[in-house]
């Protein structure tokens, strides 16, 4: 079975994308993103998912596209920020190299501010961000062998980090 040389958690915003498709350039491996997936298989954005059938929904379609990801990319793979709630997949993450990119709440409101393309975030922000934080941080740490911090950093210095992680 192929496996992902690196599974990249973390909450949305923090840069998955970005760092993940820098980390699989400098690895010479391809990019996957699980939110990609799920778009092009539903012809639909995600917001779109959550504005049409909810976020539980949602979930139960993010956490097929994850486990289909996990088994066939053996590429860089980054996940949805919410992919984690899911009990099955982070029992499968632990066999998984995966790394948490990590960063505060302030970084966080100044990242994405208002953003109605991010449904869990179309009101309040900070408020959301610190429960949202609060909620998850303990999960992303829990499937993560490696965490790395990207407040002030560029996306340069995290993808240099992930690979000193692995
Ligand atoms: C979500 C994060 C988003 C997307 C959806 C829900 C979350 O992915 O899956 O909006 O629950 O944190 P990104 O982390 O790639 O933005």
Known sequence: MTAPSVVLVGPMGVGKSTVGALVAERLGCAYRDTDDDIVAEQGRTIA????????PVFRAIEKLAV???????DGVLALGGGAILDEDTRALLAGHRVVYLSMDVEEAVKRTGLNAARPLLAVNPRRQWRDLMEARRHLYTEVARAV???????????AQAVLDAL
């Open 148 to 158: 790395v911090a990207t407040d002030g950093r560029t996306p340069e210095e995290v």
């Open 48 to 55: 779109d998912i959550f504005v049409d059938e909810g976020e």
């Open 67 to 73: 486990h289909k990801a996990l088994a066939e990319h």
